[in-house]
């Protein structure tokens, strides 16, 4: 008789060798550290291509979405937009207009519009902001009493008429620039520096 087969079981020869407890395949900390570069590398991407693109958003034509001093137009100059030209002809601070008085002082813009394109002009849908951003409404009862209707017919010929609109502000001096709109219930807004 020849001898006995190799006994079974976790100690004979033909057993894989035994594993330690709690211990993980190298095999799978290379595959997570290499899953890991690649999802890194492609959040990398996405956020470089974002930042990118985002700042060549608005430049087609040289212009971004926020105007700087140095292409908002300023007092007396015309500004085509919208189907309208403005011109703001000048500013007025006064504590009292006809009996109002306001919260804090009134600023008084006067303004040229003419017609290019729309003929009627809502003096009610401009506003004044502040440097920080803050939109101020005209005020309503101040404006009347300066002799401006609620809406302009503008001549057909493109003449100019010239319009006055009360805002009831905290400080003239925290005022940056009014914005003009020529659609009925406002909105696309051009930003005109008032220079005080």
Known sequence: MGPPP??????GPGSPPPQRPGGASPWLWVGLGC???????????????FVFN??????EDGASGTPTAADTPGP???????????????????????????LGE???????????????????EQHVYTVSGERIEEDYGATLELGTPMWQD?????S???????????SAAEISHIGLSSRFRGGN???VDLGI
């Open 6 to 11: 190799p006994p079974f079981g976790p100690q």
């Open 154 to 158: 503008l001549p057909a010929d493109g």
């Open 76 to 102: 007396n100059e015309s500004v085509e937009h919208d189907g309208m030209v403005f011109s703001v002809t000048g500013t007025e601070v006064t504590d009292e207009i006809g009996g109002y008085r306001p």
């Open 54 to 59: 985002d700042r060549g958003e608005g430049n």
């Open 106 to 124: 009134y600023l008084i813009v006067h303004i040229d519009v003419a017609a290019a394109g729309s003929d009627e002009f809502w003096r009610d």
């Open 160 to 170: 100019p008429v010239g319009v006055s609109i009360a805002f009831d502000v905290p």
């Open 35 to 49: 899953g890991t570069l690649f999802v890194l590398g492609v959040v990398m991407v996405v956020l470089i291509a």
């Open 189 to 191: 807004e051009v930003e």
